[in-house]
């Protein structure tokens, strides 16, 4: 297992040169926007406009600040996602344009190669201890709003958006919050992966 801390994570352009992106993880290690199999990143949207597109890539989108966005996608009636709505996936190489509902947001975005990897993510508030289930090939586990500690490996405390990372040798983890927490759980699998 390993924690990814957010004052280390990496920011870049968007593919489209419209915003900035902050890389959490990204496989292969140190793979380009158009060369990974998956990729988790958070994203400030400052301003309505067009998406990046990204071939053969299928993405789930989560506001995780703002008021939140409509997302319009070609061959798909428009969708509303904010903070409460359900996490939102859709194939990221169609035209796709975002209009912001009050002011700009920040999102978390999961990208996996269809041809290669698949994904799902939970959104989970928590305010007991609780198991996490980690059998998939990578589980991600970003916190939101920090104050979590991971029981497992040592009491390690998570703050605010870092992430603890692990792999199919841990069954699950228990995370244990010190107060009322959202926690992303972001499952990665291979397509011929069983279950």
């Known amino acids: 297992?390993?924690?990814?801390?957010?004052?280390?994570?990496?920011?870049?352009?968007?593919?489209n040169g419209g915003g900035v992106t902050t890389e959490i993880a990204v496989s292969p290690t140190g793979a380009g926007l158009d060369d990974f199999d998956w990729?988790?990143?958070?994203?400030?949207?400052?301003?309505?406009?067009p998406f990046s597109q990204f071939a053969g890539i299928d993405r789930t989108l989560a506001v995780?600040?703002?008021?939140?966005?409509?997302?319009?996608?070609?061959?798909y009636p428009p969708t509303s996602i904010?903070?409460?709505?359900?996490?939102?996936?859709?194939?990221?190489?169609?035209?796709?344009?975002?209009?912001?509902?009050?002011?700009?947001?920040?999102?978390?975005?999961?990208m996996?190669?269809?041809?290669?990897?698949?994904?799902?993510v939970e959104r989970l508030v928590v305010s007991a201890p609780v198991e996490i289930r980690t059998e998939a090939r990578t589980t991600l586990i970003l916190c939101l709003d920090g104050d979590i500690t991971v029981g497992d490996i040592g009491s390690v405390l998570l703050g605010a958006l870092d992430t603890l990372?692990?792999?199919?040798?841990?069954?699950?983890?228990?995370?244990?919050?010190?107060h009322a927490t959202t926690l992303f759980?972001?499952?990665?699998?291979?397509?011929?992966d069983n279950g």
């Open 1 to 15: 297992m390993r924690i990814l801390r957010a004052a280390e994570y990496r920011s870049m352009p968007w593919k």
């Open 39 to 49: 990729r988790v990143s958070i994203a400030r949207v400052e301003s309505s406009g």
């Open 64 to 75: 995780l600040e703002g008021e939140g966005i409509v997302l319009e996608i070609a061959g």
């Open 82 to 110: 904010n903070r409460a709505t359900a996490l939102f996936s859709f194939p990221a190489d169609v035209q796709t344009s975002a209009t912001l509902i009050g002011g700009p947001i920040t999102d978390l975005n999961v």
């Open 112 to 120: 996996t190669r269809r041809s290669r990897m698949t994904h799902s």
């Open 165 to 178: 990372v692990t792999d199919p040798s841990t069954a699950g983890v228990l995370v244990q919050p010190a």
């Open 185 to 192: 759980v972001i499952r990665i699998g291979g397509i011929s």
